[in-house]
C-alpha cells in the first residue's frame, strides 16, 4: 500500500497523511495548521495535486486557520476510484465530487469549513459545494475557472435557434482545429500522455509552461462567442490542431533549459513531485472528469439547482494571462452578475498564467486571507 507523502519533501509546517473511508476512497490530504482552528479546503485542478498548495498551506496556517488540500478522486495518492476508461464513469460526476468533500468534512468531524477555495476544475467542485451546501461551506474562493451558474432545467419559451455543431465547424477551419475538452474525453488521451516520446515530465514542464506567464503570447481578451472562428483565436493547447494530441501540441512550446533553470515559481525537484505521481497513475483519473462534462454525465442531477446562486460570500482569482477566465464566453461575466450573488471581488493578477497560486502565492495569500478576514 502506498505510503503518505514524504515528509522530506513537504515545506515545514505541512504533514501529509491518509483519510479513510470517505464516499469509497482513501483519501490522500495534505494538512497545516491547528485542527481546532477554523478550518479552508483547498481543492485542486487539472494535472494538479494536493501539491499545487504548497505555497498557499503554510500561510494560511501561520494565521490561524486549519488548511487541508485532498489528492481528489481520480488523483495522486488517493485510491478507491476506477481508473479504466469503460468503468464506473458515473462516480465522477459533480455531486459525486461533492460528496466526496462532505465526505471528508465528516470523516475529519467538521460541522462545516470557513471557506472553500477551487483552483480549475476544482473550481467547480468548490462552486458547487457552496451552492449545493451553504451551511457546509460557508464561502467559497474561485481560481482561473469563471463559475456561470447551475445547467438551465427548462426555457419558459423556447425560441427557434441554430444548433451549432462547433466540432464539425472547428475541423472545417482553414486551419482545421479541435477542442481540447473533447479530446481530453477520447479513448487515446491518457496514453498519449503517458506514453509521449518526450516522458511525462518533459511533458509536464512544457503543459505548465504554456499556460503560464512565461509563455509570452498568453495575452488574453474576450471572445464574441461560441463560434469556430473564435474559439479558434486561442491558444492550442485549448483549441488544438486536429491533427495533434496534446503532448505534441505543448512539445513545441517546451522552454528552454535556461527557461528552466529560471523558472522560480516551479523548480525542477517541485515538478518532480507531479511527474513521480502522474508517471505511476497516469491521467485518466481526471480525465474522467472532462468526460462527465463532455458527455453531460451528470447534468440533470446538476439542473435540479436551475435557477440558484451562490448566496455565501464569494472572490474570483486569476491571472491576467490566463484564458481559462475567457474560454467560455460570457462566463466571467456571468458570474459577476448573476451566478454569485455575494462577490466580494474579482483579481487579475499581472504576472501570472493559469497556474495562479503557484506563480503568484504571495498575492494570492494575501486577497485569501483579506476575504477570509471579513
Known sequence: MI???????????????FVERVNGLRVHVLEAGNPE??????????????????????????????????????YGRTTGWDSVYDGDLGSFRMTNLVRDMIGLMTALGRPHVSAVVGHDFGASVAAWCALIRPDIFRSVALMSAPFSGPPVLMEAEPAPRIQIDIHRELAALDRPRKHYQWYYGSREANADMTRCPQGIHAFLRAYYHHKSADWAANRPFRLQGWTASELARMPTY??????????????????????????????????????????????????????????GIGAADLQIFSGRTIDVPSVFIAGASDWGIHQTPGAIERMQAESCSAMRGCHLLDGAGHWVQQEKPDDVISILLAFLSV
Open 238 to 295: 485549448y483549441i488544438m490542431d486536429l491533427a495533434d494530441d496534446m503532448a505534441r501540441t505543448v512539445a513545441r512550446e517546451m522552454p528552454s533549459a535556461e527557461a528552466v533553470a529560471a523558472c522560480h515559481w516551479l523548480p525542477e525537484p517541485e515538478l518532480r513531485v507531479y511527474s513521480g505521481e502522474y508517471e505511476r497513475v497516469g491521467f485518466q483519473g481526471g480525465l474522467q472528469w472532462y468526460r462527465c462534462r463532455t458527455q
Open 3 to 17: 505510503e503518505a507523502l514524504s515528509v522530506t519533501i513537504l515545506p515545514a509546517g505541512v504533514r501529509a497523511r
Open 37 to 74: 482552528h477554523p478550518c479552508v479546503l483547498l481543492l485542486h485542478g487539472f494535472p494538479e495535486l494536493a501539491w499545487s498548495w504548497r505555497k498557499v498551506l503554510p500561510a494560511l496556517a501561520g494565521a490561524g486557520y486549519y488548511v487541508i488540500a485532498p489528492d481528489q478522486r481520480g
